[in-house]
């Protein structure tokens, strides 16, 4: 006699989640079968088999979801042979699994556009490059999923999309389940996942080099809104090309309830341009939520304190930035020069997660319980009116 039903399998299988969707595989019409065969005795074990149809073939998580399946079956009966069988769902059969996934209208719309989204946007704005926007978006994603918070990131900059590197998912290309992308899982220390998304995954080649406009960059955004299967997200953490070109304008036609974090270093020539990034988000009519100032000093290993980009940046610009719009901008952080932090983004591994006890790390950590802690929903949410005096 086996020593589980089926019925009790299944109910195993239902705390197994498709690593990319986030639901369970018995939900989503992932467990085509479930076999079970008896001991026979003379010490050959009971077998479960478990038919799984894998929503594309080469699922790049396969491996996951064989290690999830097979704990949950060996929960419940340790001594038997789990054996998942992988095949792949038919055309039909995944144009129902999006079908209960998105609904069957085939609008596009963007969720975090809605007016009930509950979804936080941050974008993460600088006025020029290399002063170490995509370093902030990558730690504070992280910070913000150690912090309990379900995190998407966008890697938006068209011209420097290096967030995949350095979460250490470069190579990764996206599911695809009909016209849905799935974003890609960074699994974290926490057993929060990250899903990211970045512009580089819709060229057809990592490599190659993209001359687009407007309307391509225009296209590629909405892309990453909308086909992309978010699910339900926290906050979503958006990393723009440096500058006020066209993907800031496009940001803030498609999420005027995006709140702008700027980054910009101490140095008072780029404080005058990260103004300008803040300047464009309020013309969008995007709340600047502060400024984030980076390599704000270097401790020497004399204990010496330099200030090698000079000092004063993000003091300036939050100033200026609150004078103007008649709110307060504040400065949320001062990250200092680290070594490890850059050796973090190289290697896929950031600093708060490698070297969390750094004070580079820490001021990151401090960056992400400000913006955590703001809530959920409503609040915040900017009613289109155009700020006056500019
Ligand atoms: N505080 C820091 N200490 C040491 N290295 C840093 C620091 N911040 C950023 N870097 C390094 O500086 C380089 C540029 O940083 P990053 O790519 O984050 O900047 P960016 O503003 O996103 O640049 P881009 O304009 O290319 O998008 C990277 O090699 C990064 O590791």
Redesign the pocket.
């Known amino acids: 006699m086996a020593s589980v039903t089926e019925e009790q399998v299944r109910e195993a299988l239902s705390a197994v989640n498709d690593p990319e969707i986030k639901r369970p595989i018995t939900e989503l019409g992932m467990v085509d079968a479930v076999t079970i065969n008896p001991s026979t005795g003379s010490g050959s074990a009971e077998s479960v088999t478990v038919r799984l149809l894998l929503t594309v073939a080469g699922c790049p998580l396969k491996d996951t979801l064989n290690r999830d399946i097979t704990a949950a079956v060996k929960g419940i009966a340790p001594e038997a042979d789990v054996v998942v069988d992988m095949g792949v769902m038919t055309d039909e059969q995944r144009k129902s699994m999006r079908d209960q996934l998105r609904g069957s209208h085939s609008d596009r719309e963007i969720p975090f556009a809605k007016p009930g989204s509950l979804t936080k946007v941050y974008a993460i704005a ?1 006025g ?11 730690n504070l994603a992280l910070a913000m999923a150690q912090r309990g918070l379900k995190v998407g990131v966008i890697d938006a ?1 068209i ?2 999309h ?1 967030i995949p590197d ?1 979460l250490g998912v470069g190579d990764r290309r996206p599911t695809q389940v009909e016209d849905m992308i799935m974003p890609v899982p960074v699994p974290n220390a926490t057993g929060t996942d990250i899903q990211v998304m970045s512009v580089g995954m819709l060229k057809p080649r990592k490599d190659q080099v993209v001359a687009w406009r407007g309307p391509m960059l225009d296209r590629a955004l909405v892309q990453m809104l909308s086909d992309v299967f978010w699910g339900d997200l926290d906050a979503l953490l958006l ?1 723009l ?2 500058g006020t070109g066209d993907m800031a304008i496009s940001l803030g036609q498609h999420l005027p309830n995006a709140e702008v974090l700027v ?1 910009t270093t101490p140095q008072q020539a780029a404080a005058s341009v990260a103004e300008r990034a803040g300047t464009m988000a309020s013309m969008m009519h995007q709340r600047v939520v502060g400024i984030v100032e ?3 000093y270097l401790v020497t290993p004399t204990g010496d304190r330099m200030e090698i980009f000079g000092s004063g940046g993000a003091a300036t610009v939050a100033k200026t930035l609150s004078h103007r719009f008649g709110y307060d901008v504040p400065v949320l952080g001062q ?12 290697t896929g591994e950031p600093i708060v997660v490698s070297d969390p006890d750094t004070e ?1 790390a820490k001021v990151l950590q401090g960056v992400a319980d400000q913006l955590s802690g703001r809530s959920r929903g409503l609040a915040g949410m900017q009613l289109g009116l155009s700020p006056a005096g500019r």
């Not at 020029?128 to 990558?138: C, E, I, Q």
């Not at 990250?335 to 190289?346: A, C």
Request: no cysteine; net charge negative.
């Open positions: 600088s020029k490059g290399g002063v170490g926007k995509s370093s902030v978006t990558v900059d011209y420097g290096s350095m990393d090309p440096p980054v980076n390599m704000s990250v200092p020069l680290d070594e490890k932090l850059r050796v973090g983004g190289d580079a």
